[in-house]
């Protein structure tokens, strides 16, 4: 296949150089944009995930009776515990290294 790569490159045949038959079973990699969008989308996702943790979160530990000092504690738990099941640990985790002070 290598060969006749090529040759039909050595005679400017650049547009076939493999024939169809070979390119038939062939799967067309990702686009780039396709790739970085779907990641855009999830990374919204995961914002969104955690965001709404947050907002459940304090809404609801003053009903339980938590203590003031340890609510915000509990809401961030949240926040990043519904990322990280939403968004995976490995996407989370290269997120949590732009939060300054590390």
Avoid: F, Q, Y
Avoid at 27 to 43: G, N
Wanted: charged share 15%; with cysteine.
């Amino acid at each position: 296949m290598l060969a006749m790569v090529a040759e039909r490159s050595a005679e400017g045949r650049i547009g076939a150089l493999l024939p169809e038959a070979a390119l038939s079973e062939a799967t067309p990699p990702a686009s780039a944009a396709r790739t970085a969008l779907r990641e855009s989308v999830h990374v919204a996702v995961v914002i969104i995930a955690a965001m709404t943790a947050a907002v459940g979160a304090s809404s609801v530990l003053p009903a339980l009776g938590v203590n003031d000092n340890l609510r915000p504690w509990l809401i961030v738990g949240c926040s990043v515990l519904a990322a990280i099941l939403v968004g995976g640990w490995h996407r989370v985790g290269r997120h949590l290294e732009l939060v300054p002070g590390k």
